[in-house]
């Protein structure tokens, strides 16, 4: 990922969002969303949840922690694209390692994860390759998500041929794998 890559979103469209949704239950959840939606990158910064506290007087502790709690938050700028592999015992069982090694060809991505990351961004900021501990759908291990679109039962072949169409930037949202 791009280090120096700063990326925050317009306060005036934090104050539109707070003021839409105020007094709506589960809020918090509901502002945080659509802030990281606004952010060009699709991350909740650091300067964004500062004023989203100042703002709301939500402790920024606790942001942070519905941050991480969520797997759909994201602390750091994320990839025009996004592939994610799920890690979890049926997954794993059906050979999502494999799937994972298969993406960790990309440049820097071993590493990252090697070292413990569940998230690697392309320097292009075109790719992300992240981890889920689950996506509800065991039965159809091995399981990945493809900009949103779930794949069941994916091979080794399959994951290579979604990688490639991310690579070369394919509008198509719904990869057919066949
Ligand atoms: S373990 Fe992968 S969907 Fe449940």
């Keep these: 990922m791009n280090a120096n890559l700063e990326n925050r979103v317009d306060t005036?469209?934090?104050?539109?969002?707070?003021?839409?949704?105020?007094?709506?239950?589960?809020?918090?959840?509901?502002?945080?969303?659509?802030v990281q939606e606004a952010n060009e990158y699709k991350y909740l910064d650091d300067l964004s949840m500062?004023?989203?506290?100042?703002?709301?007087?939500?402790?920024?502790s606790?942001?942070?922690?519905?941050?991480?709690?969520?797997?759909?938050?994201?602390?750091?700028?994320?990839?025009?694209?996004t592939l994610i592999v799920c890690r979890g015992t049926a997954c794993h069982t059906k050979g999502s390692k494999i799937l994972l090694d298969d993406l960790t060809t990309l440049p820097g991505c071993k590493e990252a994860f090697d070292q413990?990351?569940?998230?690697?961004?392309?320097?292009?900021?075109?790719?992300?390759?992240?981890?889920?501990?689950?996506?509800?759908?065991?039965?159809?291990a091995p399981v990945v998500a493809v900009?949103?679109?779930?794949y069941s039962n994916v091979t080794s072949e399959q994951i290579k041929k979604l990688l490639v169409n991310l690579q070369e930037?394919?509008?198509?949202?719904?990869?057919?794998?066949?």
């Excluded at 690697?120 to 390759?129: A, E, G, K």
């Design 50 to 60: 500062d004023y989203l506290s100042s703002k709301t007087n939500v402790p920024l």
């Design 147 to 150: 900009n949103g679109v779930i």
């Design 116 to 140: 413990g990351e569940t998230t690697f961004t392309t320097d292009d900021m075109l790719i992300t390759i992240k981890t889920v501990a689950c996506f509800g759908q065991c039965a159809l």
């Design 62 to 81: 606790r942001i942070y922690s519905v941050a991480t709690f969520y797997s759909f938050f994201n602390l750091k700028p994320q990839g025009k694209h």
């Design 169 to 178: 930037d394919n509008k198509d949202e719904n990869i057919r794998l066949s």
């Design 12 to 34: 005036r469209i934090i104050d539109e969002i707070i003021s839409k949704h105020k007094g709506d239950p589960g809020e918090l959840l509901t502002i945080m969303e659509e």
